[in-house]
């Protein structure tokens, strides 16, 4: 549309008037006429007066500079004490000024070798008496060598002063301040030169002077300390004029005392407003008369009507004039309608990309539940050591492309504001010892050395989402050891005090291939990586460090990086965290149970998953039933004798949730069964379905063995409800070996074969009632090159590590 009456045209012609007439009048007449001479004579006269001052002490004081130089040349000549105590004797009976005392302090046993303090000092009474003190040389007051006026010059060069802090005189009870100079006989440092300086005089003049002109005034010294103070008090727009002097770097500040520049301006100014004051408000309303009628009206209008109109809708006001706010109102109602589609289309896509990604995450997960629970469950038999490696391989592969879908699936939740934080209490040792139990391994095969430093409290516990630090921990750590080839990775934790919150302060180093300042930035953004050729040599999406940075802004924290190219990186994550009391009851040592004599019902449709779970079971002493649907479950639990259920969730006929709800509502003790679900869905809403539909747990697919473990221990009492006589016959047994497994592998990376000795008896006497032969295989071979004094093997200590993670905390 063509816009034919401008509204910025009339604004401005409405603001011309006001601003017009109210600087012109106001601002010329105040403020260019009045207030700047005036204050710049004022501030002048406040300035010269300081100098004053500042010149009437600095030359007393720079005259005792004159003294001290004829003590240091007393103390240079090759004279006797003697000759040099009478010099200075005649020199501080000529004195007359602030200098009171003063003499030579020589090195202790200089001048006697058999007596360490031999100092020249003179004092000159009030009468004007000059009396040499000998109480300084007594070596019961700890040696005059060892005060700061004395150190404070010592081997500095000839001519160098030093001016000490004011002080109270023990005796006079008068400010004081003693100047130093070291003094040479023959380019040797032969002791101190000193001379003190009373204040009581310069002080008298400074409030004598201060009172006749009505100024306030402050003196410091060199360190900052107040000397004197007379009548200084602040006020607002107060002129403070300040000066320092001297080579002692002394400084004053003046004040006028009584008038402030403000108020006497203000009086002349007070009786021009007088007049112009009224003028203004004349102008000031007629300006706001026509801004109101021709601008803010309709803005304001716009305003309400965009505002009740949030979720669509176009304005609606009556508007003749054709200007920009008509334009304004036109082209909002026909981007209004262009929005309303786009947003229906995106709530769309929104809901395509979720349901895509719900069935990705689903069908990747099933098959490799099989994959990496059949490497599990190959990994505890016997292997040859070829066998065991290209498993292992295996099963690395296949945690890494679920660390991968992992971060796909956890971006994508962060991106649409779905991710929600947990908060439990949880002791941040737990975490510690897990780092330290994975990534110690981890840099030992890549002979890397791994350190953990901690200044947290000891028992230090947060109320937090446990799972995301660790995943911010595990996250930067994998990247730190991946890129770097060789020297170190560390990781430490402290805590800081911003604004009475806690932060949880993690640093991560290491000596990699570092990155450059210009790609910095570009690390933290989703799907992109310091360089184009990062991927193809260490692999990886890209995603690792966006989501850390999401997670860290989540938690009211961010991430910092400090690196350079070949030397190395620094990250630094700062978290807002909760102090919480240690809860004893949620923090249980490891147990294995005896399951044998106890029925479990594997509810799964698919065979490969069945195969892997009911492995799993059996051998931990399980008898089990499979059923390939919720409607058999459901049947097999009515007219069957089962201690636990491990549920699936999507199956045909009847699903996971309708099942768990069918058997919560049987009638009977066994409506009370222990139910785990085993699902390969990780989103939120289907976890919350299955736990309100009655399930006691939730382990996510591919199914690891540790998990289930955790999740049998923690419902122990409900799995051993029908059967509780099997709890009592067979005891619970406590295996941990995390410590001595943690100090056998130190002493191994430390060469030393009798400590590893040490630690490794103390972990097979714990493993010795643990009948596996894997792990007893281990321990044999392990032994057996300890015993010729011969570090064992990578692969059998890898082994070991991967035997024994049952029994570490």
Known sequence: MDIRSSLKRKSIIALAIYLAVAVGLIGTTSYLVVEPPTREQLTKNLDLRTELISTQIKEPINKSLGILQGVVSIGSNHESQEHQAD?????????????????????????????????????????????????????????????????????????????????????????????????????????????????????????????????????RDGYGDIITEYNFQLADNIYISQNEFGDFNWSVDVVNAKRLVVEQVYDLVSKVEAVIVPMMLAFVMLGYFLINRFLISPVVVIAQSVRESKQGGSIELRYNSNDEIKYLIDSFNQKTVYLEEEKVKAQASTKAKSAFLATLSHEIRTPMNGVLGTAQILLKTDLSEEQRKHMKTLYESGEHMMTLLNEILDFSKVEQGRLELERAPFPLEAIIGSINSVYYTLCSEKGLQFKVYSELPEGRWYKCDKARLRQILFNLLNNAVKFTARGHVEVSFREEDRNGSIYLIINVRDTGIGVDKTAQEKIFKPFEQAESSTTRRFGGTGLGLAIVKQLCELMDGDITINSEVGVGSNFEVSLKMEVSEPITSDFQEHKKLDYRGLNVLIVEDNRTNTIILDTFMTKKGFRCDCVENGQLAVKAVETGDYDLVLMDNHMPVMDGVEATSEIRSLSGPKANILIVGCTADVFKDTWKRMLSSGANYIISKPVDETELDDALLSHSAM???????????????????????????????????????????????????????????????????????????????????????????
Request: with cysteine; proline share 4%; net charge negative.
């Open 87 to 219: 010099l200075l004797y005649k020199l501080f009976t000529l004195v007359d000024d602030v200098t009171v005392s003063g003499g030579l302090w020589p090195v202790p046993y200089s001048v006697e070798e058999d007596e360490a303090f031999t100092s020249l000092f003179f004092n000159r009474a009030d009468d004007g008496l000059v009396d040499r003190i000998y109480s300084w040389n007594n070596p019961e007051s700890g040696g005059y060598n060892n005060e700061p006026w004395y150190k404070s010059v010592v081997d500095q060069p000839q001519g160098t002063v030093s001016w000490s802090a004011v002080y109270i005189d023990a005796f006079t009870h008068v400010q004081m301040i003693t100047a130093s100079s070291p003094y040479y006989i023959d380019g040797q440092f032969s002791g101190v030169a000193t001379v003190d300086i009373s204040l009581e005089s310069l002080v008298d003049f400074v409030h004598r002077h201060a009172e006749e002109y009505d100024l306030g005034v402050i003196l």
């Open 719 to 809: 799995l051993y409800q029908y059967k509780t006589h099997l709890l009592q016959a067979n005891p619970v047994e406590v295996i941990n070996i995390e410590e001595p497994l943690m100090l056998f592998f130190a002493a191994i990376e430390n060469n030393d074969i009798g400590e590893a000795t040490n630690h490794f008896e103390q972990i097979q006497h714990q493993l010795q009632s643990v009948e596996s032969a894997s792990i007893i295989k281990a321990l044999a071979s392990i032994r057996q090159q300890l015993d010729v004094g011969k570090i064992p093997d990578s692969e059998l200590l890898d082994r070991l590590t991967v035997e024994t993670a049952d029994y570490c905390t």
